[in-house]
């Protein structure tokens, strides 16, 4: 019945089948079919037909479709264009009943365009370009004339205005000849200018520069698509209900129309990689679009919480340049809340009751037989378990619904005998993220919700728990993790690799969590750079991580100064050295822009080079030092030939003599090495991927579980490697690049003495790095 109903209004068969098996479309089509018919008899010409699917298609709030319909039944509504602005008014006033005169306007029901308004519209345009189209002839842009011609007569028929165009456009030019119908030349483009290469700098006041990567990278997709501030009625799926324009009108009087975004994230635990692009987006969208961000930590967990946990959060947030235009807790609206649970109650929504976790996990877990107790007698238990006359896990209070994965009534509130870290023990009872979230959004005057898409599931109970307490509602987004391959994020995991001590702590190089990529070495640009490129949208995005490496390598290009250091030292001595005393040879700190400054290292007849750099026997393609083929020494000027090789009694080379020549004065060497003289001694900490497989946590790959993965190599210490004295004065978190080498941070272990730096990234990506 329902595809002769749809092949009767014009869809072909295929068309026909597709739109059955959408099941709320098919719906929505039929009740607009039979409405149409009831009105213009069972057949409905194709020219109808069109309008109905469309409408049925792309109208959001189902509830005006008879009214639609209707319009399109009467003939009111005739173009696909009328259609459109009726959705779009629709769109715009979600309420009924609809003010009938203010749509026909808006809609142009009624509005006939004659054959002569048209004419006389298009030849007052082809008046105003009579010029350029009598040089420019058929090679003009004709569009240009019909985008003006539309817009004077905005419910007039397209095709009636594009045949009178062309009548028009001829009468005056004629007929097409030869010229006209030649394409015509494109010009040249001009070649751009070329571009400086914008720097990435974080201002005085931890903002985030005008000179950085433009947030807008991070904010194409789904982002584009976001309601504007007050208009969270226009966003599919939100619910409208009686009180929602008035609270939406509220709402714009404490914002302002500005944009509201918040990063929530729960203080038991650090930062990851993961939670860098949150940030970015978050603070990002609000600076974007000249809005504010809220850093509110989820603090209803009592027993997980600690005070190092807030700090590193705060300092992470900063650390990545932005600013927090508020610090917040959940704990700091409690009382609200608690007030809030009991209006729900008394509305009927709220349960106190009994069931055991155990009883309610899972998606089909039996119903609670306290669903429908008495308003009174759970508005006395749960001031019961506020008094604490509940042990833990004896009572809960349950919220009516149902949420999009089948989950049914999900807990508001437990029992919890844990001191708050903020609230002391003034409360034993604790309320949920499901309960908490969206309340403190709408206490907030949160305009876009922005969380990670496992949220997407407690969307329903978003909407429905501040609709149910005629609070304003806030708009719930959801966008894609990121993930990055060879590591684990898990709290739990990360804790476990502590425990065993695979790895020292929460901010060990070889983790992805933000503390330990500072640590590491990572600049905070390099990770707001990596998480624009990766981009917001609704798919998880899994990155490999040397995708975040070549971003530190940009940033640190620009701002790591140049040093040498060695880290296997060979002696070379120089027998004729060409001074009585140590040379001193001038660096600079940016190779290429010497307006960066320079730096001064010794130069005397001991110098340290890798063991690398030399070989008693060259092969084919060997273009270093070895007896018979000479080195430059960089920066120095000089170039070194092997005059005596000297090992131990074993046959290890242990020093090599050398004599000098000047650069100006030879040859050119093949390659030129990096060296040290007087250097200072200190300690670096290399490092590989902690992990062996791409996915450790994945049982197809590690059957054994995530810690039997752990790559045995993952660190390597040199603990005596020679730099030079430039970095003297260095402190933690410096950063250099060793030249040939990589790019190097000083780890906050170093002492006075004994600098210890750990290697952020090499110079290039390694090739073997899939």
């Given at each position: 019945e329902a595809l002769g109903l749809f092949t009767g209004i014009g869809l072909s068969e295929a068309k026909a089948r597709e739109t059955l098996r959408n099941g709320a479309l098919s719906a929505l089509l039929r009740r607009a079919v039979l409405q149409a018919?009831?009105?213009?008899?069972?057949?409905?010409?194709?020219?109808?037909?069109?309008?109905?699917?469309?409408?049925?298609a792309r109208l959001r709030d189902p509830k005006h479709l008879g009214f639609l319909v209707g319009y399109i039944a009467r003939r009111e509504i005739l173009t696909d264009l009328q259609l459109s602005a009726a959705?779009?008014?629709?769109?715009?006033?979600?309420?009924?009943?609809?003010?009938?005169?203010?749509?026909?306007?808006?809609?142009?029901?009624?509005?006939?365009?004659?054959?002569?308004?048209?004419?006389e519209a298009v030849e007052a345009v082809i008046s105003e370009h009579r010029a350029e189209l009598l040089a420019e002839r058929y090679h003009f842009n004709m569009g240009l004339l019909m985008g003006e011609a539309r817009s004077r007569l905005r419910w007039a028929d397209g095709k009636t205005i594009k045949n009178e165009v062309d009548l028009q456009v001829l009468h005056l030019l004629g007929?097409?000849?030869?010229?006209d119908l030649e394409k015509k030349p494109k010009a040249a483009k001009a070649r751009p200018a070329p571009v400086e290469k914008q720097k990435v700098v974080v201002v005085e006041n931890g903002e985030v520069g005008t000179e950085t990567r433009s947030l807008l990278e991070q904010l194409r997709g789904e982002a584009l698509k976001f309601h504007k501030p007050g208009e969270n009625y226009k966003t599919e799926g939100y619910v409208v209900t009686p009180n929602t324009m008035a609270l939406l009108k509220q709402h714009l009087a404490v914002t302002g129309g500005q944009v509201r975004t918040r990063f929530p994230p729960e203080p038991n635990g650090i930062l990851h990689i993961g939670h860098a692009k949150a940030i970015n987006f978050n603070f990002g969208y609000a600076k974007a679009n000249g809005g504010v961000c809220f850093l509110r930590y989820d603090d209803t967990n009592p027993e997980k919480e600690e005070e190092k946990y807030f700090t590193?959060?705060?300092?992470m947030v900063e650390w990545l340049g932005y600013q927090p235009y508020a610090v917040t807790h959940a704990s700091d609206y409690f009382d609200q809340l608690y007030t809030w649970a009991l209006e729900l109650i008394r509305r009927g929504q709220a349960y106190v009751c009994h069931q055991k976790v155990e009883e309610i996990k899972g998606h089909n877990p039996p119903p609670s037989p306290w669903r429908d107790r008495p308003v009174e007698e759970s508005l006395l238990l749960f001031e019961d378990m506020r008094k604490g006359k509940f042990g833990e896990g004896e009572a809960t209070l349950r919220m009516k619904?149902?949420?999009?994965d089948g989950k049914m009534d999900p807990v508001a509130y437990r029992v919890k005998f844990t001191p708050h870290h903020r609230t002391g023990d003034k409360w034993c009872i604790y309320p949920t993220y499901d309960y908490t979230h969206c309340l403190c959004d709408s206490i907030e005057h949160i305009t876009h919700s922005l969380c990670t898409k496992e949220f997407q599931a407690r969307r329903s109970s978003y909407f429905w728990l501040c609709?149910?307490?005629?609070?304003?509602?806030?708009?719930?987004?959801?966008?894609?993790?990121?993930n990055l391959l060879y590591t684990v994020v898990s709290k739990r995991k990360i804790i476990r690799l502590v425990e065993t001590g695979a790895v020292r702590d929460w901010d060990d190089p070889r983790l992805f969590t933000l503390t330990a990529l500072?640590?590491?070495?990572?600049?905070?640009?390099?990770?707001?750079?990596?998480?624009?490129?990766?981009?917001?949208?609704?798919?998880?995005?899994?990155?490999?991580?040397?995708?975040?490496?070549?971003?530190?390598?940009?940033?640190?290009?620009?701002?790591?100064?140049?040093?040498?250091?060695?880290?296997?030292?060979?002696?070379?001595?120089?027998?004729?050295?060409?001074?009585?005393?140590?040379?001193?040879?001038?660096?600079?700190?940016?190779p290429g822009d010497e307006s960066r400054g320079f730096h001064k290292v010794p130069f005397q007849p001991t110098v340290y080079i890798e063991e690398t750099d030399f070989r008693e026997e060259m092969d084919k393609g060997y273009k270093r030092l070895a007896p018979g083929q000479p080195v430059g020494l960089r920066h120095a000027g000089y170039i070194i030939a092997v005059q005596s090789v000297i090992k131990d009694a074993s046959g290890r080379v242990i020093e090599l003599e050398v004599t000098c020549t000047k650069s100006d004065m030879a040859e050119k060497p093949k390659a030129f090495i990096h060296w040290v003289s007087e250097p200072l001694t200190c300690e670096v900490r290399l490092y590989e991927r902690l992990f062996l497989h791409k996915n450790p946590e994945d049982p197809s790959e590690v059957p054994g579980g995530f810690l039997s993965d752990l790559n045995p190599d993952s660190l390597r210490v040199v603990p005596?490697?020679?730099?030079?004295?430039?970095?003297?004065?260095?402190?933690?978190?410096?950063?250099f690049q060793f030249e040939r080498l990589g790019y190097f941070s000083v780890d906050p272990d170093s002492k006075e003495g004994k600098v210890v730096f750990n290697q952020t990234v090499t110079l290039k990506e390694d090739p073997g790095k899939a």
């Open positions: 018919q009831s009105t213009l008899g069972p057949t409905l010409d194709k020219a109808t037909g069109t309008l109905l699917y469309n409408a049925a959705l779009e008014y629709v769109r715009n006033h979600p309420l009924e009943p609809l003010d009938a005169a203010d749509f026909e306007q808006a809609c142009g029901v009624g509005v006939c365009i004659s054959p002569e308004q048209i004419e007929p097409k000849t030869e010229a590193a959060i705060r300092d619904l149902v949420m999009e609709n149910a307490l005629d609070v304003y509602c806030p708009v719930q987004w959801e966008y894609g993790r990121l500072r640590r590491r070495g990572f600049p905070p640009e390099a990770i707001n750079n990596f998480c624009a490129r990766v981009g917001v949208t609704v798919a998880q995005a899994t990155m490999e991580p040397h995708l975040l490496e070549a971003c530190a390598r940009e940033v640190l290009n620009e701002q790591a100064p140049r040093a040498m250091a060695v880290l296997e030292p060979l002696k070379v001595t120089i027998t004729n050295f060409p001074a009585p005393k140590a040379l001193e040879v001038l660096v600079p700190n940016f005596n490697a020679l730099v030079d004295s430039s970095i003297l004065s260095a402190r933690p978190f410096d950063k």
